[in-house]
T-cell receptor, first 115, second 110 residues
Framework: GAVVSQHPSWVICKSGTSVKIECRSLDFQATTMFWYRQFPKQSLMLMATSNEGSKATYEQGVEKDKFLINHASLTLSTLTVTSAHPEDSSFYICSAGPATNEKLFFGSGTQLSVL | LAKTTQPISMDSYEGQEVNITCSHN???????ITWYQQFPSQGPRFIIQGYKTKVTNEVASLFIPADRKSSTLSLPRVSLSDTAVYYC???????????FGSGTRLSIRP
């Protein structure tokens, strides 16, 4: 089945630094990828929709200058958390699906801890 | 975007059949119903998908009534490893925006 690879699995950084998370579709092309964040004991919250070759679409309340999304190819989307602060600590998950398929496949997630 | 409603939590015992029902009153004609399972610190994992009637695979069954305004995920003979959060989602394609509901936290006891 389709696989979505997400790296890194976890990252610890100092406050004020930037962190990049990669999301790759390994065996299919994804014109659209989705980025979610999840706090402990809560559901996934959609942050943005990543569109290949164009600007990402952000959900209300998500700062686009804070969470930079780049979808430069049909198999790779990146989320950069800029000037990270402790409140950005969360579990970040990406997802994508083949265009002809109604299923979404999810990455394994990235646990970000900002000190 | 169809909104889904599920019970917040459910408890059961090993070996029992567990049925989790999801309401999606505003489901659109082109929407599919998909269930995902999530373990702590992992991304959601696809369980089953259906459009109408009944779908069965090696891990679960999905029952969808004719009006499609609800669906029931059935897990036969659960084990401790089935303890997880289960999400019911509706959408028309993998490119459409999917909003997660609260999910159902299933706890299986020995």
């Amino acid at each position: 089945g389709a696989v979505v690879s997400q790296h890194p699995s976890w990252v610890i950084c100092k406050s004020g630094t930037s962190v990049k998370i990669e999301c790759r579709s390994l065996d299919f092309q994804a014109t659209t990828m989705f980025w979610y964040r999840q706090f402990p004991k809560q559901s996934l919250m959609l942050m943005a929709t990543s569109n290949e070759g164009s600007k990402a679409t952000y959900e209300q309340g998500v700062e686009k200058d804070k969470f930079l999304i780049n979808h430069a190819s049909l198999t790779l989307s990146t989320l950069t958390v800029t000037s990270a602060h402790p409140e950005d600590s969360s579990f970040y998950i990406c997802s994508a699906g083949p265009a002809t398929n109604e299923k979404l496949f999810f990455g394994s997630g990235t646990q970000l801890s900002v000190l | 975007l169809a909104k889904t409603t599920q019970p917040i939590s459910m408890d059961s015992y090993e070996g029992q059949e567990v049925n989790i029902t999801c309401s999606h009153n505003n489901i659109a004609t082109n929407d599919y119903i998909t269930w995902y399972q999530q373990f702590p610190s992992q991304g959601p994992r696809f369980i089953i998908q259906g459009y109408k009637t009944k779908v069965t695979n090696e891990v679960a069954s999905l029952f969808i009534p004719a009006d499609r305004k609800s669906s029931t995920l059935s897990l036969p003979r659960v084990s401790l490893s089935d303890t997880a959060v289960y999400y019911c989602l509706v959408g028309d394609s993998s490119a459409s925006k999917i909003i997660f509901g609260s999910g159902t936290r299933l706890s299986i006891r020995p």
